[in-house]
């Protein structure tokens, strides 16, 4: 009966085996800049607000999630991202604005200028295709309460940059698409700013 001592050695080995997690890797939409990136320290500040009114609640996650076909997801199981995709999305958003254009995104919580242009934004779709794309839909208006009704304008946006099969290669696609958008977002607010005419 020497199988019972070796079963005995063999067990605690699986056991552990089995009990060991994917190392997960933690991932952000907001890249880190090097110098030179920023915005001329000379150009007026500029203010606006951002507010993200929306996106799809089933991606609102830490979670990164890849679209397998037209009707499944499967989850990243050793990839995070840092904080709530809303809260990446925006935070991406607000440090582009920053760097690229000098414009300082307040709380619209707490500000009460009324001159200061606003970006509603409402996220349709962030899809990480599995090993080729990602595409981010939004929608998203500009009003500026202080300029004429010509400062304000409602767009569409859908971008899609390819990716290769990595998971970081498909997180730097989602941060050259968010940065699209961002210089979108920031050529309006500039323009309003200015009394120009912004367009999408």
């Known amino acids: 009966m020497r199988f019972v001592p070796l079963l005995c050695v063999m067990l605690p080995i699986f056991l552990v085996c089995g009990c060991r997690s994917v190392p997960i890797t933690y991932y952000t939409l907001t890249p880190a800049y090097r110098s030179g ?118 767009c569409q946006a859908e971008l899609t940059e390819t990716s290769a099969g990595s998971v970081a290669a498909a997180v730097a696609a989602g941060q050259a698409a968010v940065l699209k958008l961002s210089r979108a977002l920031g050529v309006a607010i500039v323009a309003s700013s200015n009394g120009a005419t912004p367009i999408c």
Not at 49 to 69: C, E, H, K, N, Y
Not at 125 to 135: H, L, N, P, R, Y
């Open 37 to 154: 990136s920023t915005a001329e320290s000379g150009r007026p500040a500029v203010k606006a607000m951002l507010v993200l009114r929306s996106l799809p609640a089933g991606i609102d996650t830490t979670q990164i999630l890849i679209r397998t076909d037209d009707t499944r997801f499967r989850v990243e199981e050793g990839g995070r991202w840092v904080a709530p995709l809303g809260d990446e999305l925006r935070g991406a958003l607000v440090d582009a604005l920053r760097r690229q254009y000098g414009i300082i995104v307040v709380d619209s919580a707490r500000h009460n200028d009324a001159t200061v242009p606003k970006i509603d934004l409402t996220v349709r779709k962030f899809d990480v295709a599995e090993g080729s794309s990602i595409t981010l839909a939004v929608d998203w208006a500009l009003s500026n309460p202080g300029h004429e009704p010509s400062s304000s304008l409602s």
